[in-house]
Structure formats: structure tokens, C-alpha cells
């Protein structure tokens, strides 16, 4: 997970705006979205308004499909005979378009909203580069003081501008790539973005983050349990990636099963086997201040360019948010070996619940 800090990597300028916020004919934009509330009209009615778009609604209970139709767009309602995913949604979206002579995709989820002129842009540089298969711009949340966990979103969105190894899930995607790497991996529940990323890259695409500004995003995080989860899906996408990729995010599993398994499983032990032989003692003492220099040197890094508050919620959350990676890890592995299917790991509800 790429860190920074509110304002490292900060791109402000916005892509240069078309003519009355225009789209190209041969773009399309597909949203994605599950029990969205209030945030999917915001969403629709921030894409240009001569845009083909398709909307592809994953079981929401609330009047998503209703405002999704009341906005004009074409609607896909995904059935429940299987799991709900991003990727079914994604695909499903694709499907839909057809034989249109759609080059460019853009995709966006249903908590986002476009910025102007960002399809314009993002279709031009693609026109001129015929070797990149996707583009995307920074991400930033629309509501960072709303609490610490949107801020820690809005920072962990700033990646700097360049060719970059992955993407999320609001990108610019060229169709005849996208087609032919099989589109996105619908059993997966998180990561799949980056899946595909990485396949495009193996059939030799290449992937830019252009130094724009592509999106707001409303995480609407207001409570540690909604993080909570959310930090236990990333773990679930680490854990798929390095079995689907062998050799990437290793270095991530590792840090996941050392500071959130055998650390923690050291200090256990080590006051259990205290509490019959003292010297053991000296087992979790060693664990936590582990774990406490570790905190330390996060902090130091992030106090460089953000006040001491965020530097120390940005080192505590990092290091708390190892022990939900580990299950999020676990839950993917246990479910592997028993041949479960992947069910979604959902951190919010509708907007306003």
C-alpha cells in the first residue's frame, strides 16, 4: 500500500475541460455500485452528459437502480445466483457495450465523482501513446476532515505521477487490452484491479498515473469498525495477489505475517510461559518493544512532511492494521483450502445509515 502524507504527492491542477464538459464518441464509462445512497446521483451527475454510460448495480436494497434510471444511463442489475464482486460488475459493464466502436473504457466506482475534462484528457494521451493500456490520475477524498480514516485514504491515494505497476478502480482502460487479457477476475473480492493490472503489463502494456487530478472519493469511514474491515480486505488482496502472482507482494505478506502473527504470537507466549518461569517474561517485553520502535520509526518518516497528529495516527493505524491484515490473510487461505467461494468484505452501508 503506497503511503504518503495529506500533502506529499499533491496534484492540484485539474485536466484541461472540454467543450461544456464534453466526452468523445468513442469512450465510454462504466459504474459500479452497491447500496451507494446519496453518493450515486453525485457520481452520475458528475460525468459528462454526452457520455455512453452504463451503471451495474451488485444487490442494492436501497434506490440505487431507481436514480440510476432517473439519470438516463443504461442499467445492469447483476442477478444473486452468484457472488457480488467488482470485477462481476466491471465485466458485466464491458459486456454490455457490445460491438460499439468503444476504444477507451473509463471506470469508476459508484462513491466517486468525475473531475471535468478528465475523459478528454485521459482519452488524448492514450490517442498518442499506442503502447499504454491504461491511465488514471490522483484520487482524492471528497470529505478528509470528516474523520482520520478518510484523511489516511486521502493520503494513501497520492501516487506519484510516472509509469506505475498497479492501478485501482477509477481508470481509463484501452478496450482491445482490456478484451484481450480477459477482462477482471470475478472470483476475486479485492486486489483485482491490481491483478489485472499486472496482466496487462505481462502482454506488455503500460500503465501511467498522470499528474491530474481523476476523481473525489467518498469513503465515508467514520467508525474503526468500518476500517477495520476495509484493512482486513487489503490483507485478503495481498494474501490472492502473491498466490496469483508468485513473486509480487511478497515483501507485503512478509510484513503482514512478521509484525501482525509472529510478533503478537511471541508476546503471547512469552507471558504465558511467564507466568510459570519468569526469564520468559523477557519473550514479550522483546515483542512489544518491537512493535513500539516500529512506531516510532513510522512517525519519524510521515513527521518529515505532516504535523505531529497525523504523523502518530498514520504510525498507529499502520501498525494495529497489521492484525486485521492477518486475518483478512488467514480468512483467504482458510477459505482456499476448504474450496469456498470468496465472499464480499463489505466496510460501509448506504450513505446516510
Known sequence: MTRATPDSGRMTAQAPKGPDHDCREDVAIVVIGRNE??????CLASLPAAASVIYVDSGSIDASIDQAKA???DVVALSSDRPFTAARGRNAGLARLGSQSIRYVQMIDG???????????????????????AVFGRR??????????????????????????AFGGDVMLRREALLAAGGYSEAMVAGEDIDLALRLQQAGGRIVCLPIE?????AAIERVGQWWKRTERAGHAFAELSVRHPGFYRRSVTRILFWGGVLPLLAAIGIAAGLI?????????????????????????????????FAAATALFLIVGKYAEIIGLCRFHLDRWRGREARLIEYKGAAGT
Not at 445512497?37 to 453525485?42: E, H, I, W, Y
Not at 462513491?111 to 499504454?132: F, I
Not at 481523476?214 to 467518498?218: E, Q, R
Open 37 to 42: 445512497g446519496d453518493r450515486l446521483p453525485r
Open 140 to 165: 482524492r477524498e471528497r470529505r478528509p476532515e470528516a474523520s482520520v480514516y478518510n484523511r489516511l485514504c486521502d493520503a494513501e491515494w497520492a501516487v506519484p505521477a510516472g509509469e506505475v505497476r
Open 277 to 309: 518461569a519468569p526469564g520468559w517474561i523477557w519473550l514479550a517485553i522483546a515483542a512489544v518493544v518491537l512493535t513500539l520502535l516500529q512506531g516510532i520509526r513510522i512517525f519519524a518518516r510521515e513527521r518529515r512532511a505532516a504535523p505531529a497528529a
Open 111 to 133: 462513491d466517486c465523482e468525475l473531475q471535468p475534462g478528465w475523459t478528454m484528457h485521459a482519452a488524448s494521451v492514450l490517442d498518442a501513446d499506442s503502447g499504454l493500456v
Open 214 to 218: 481523476m476523481t473525489l472519493h467518498d
Open 71 to 73: 439519470a438516463g444511463v
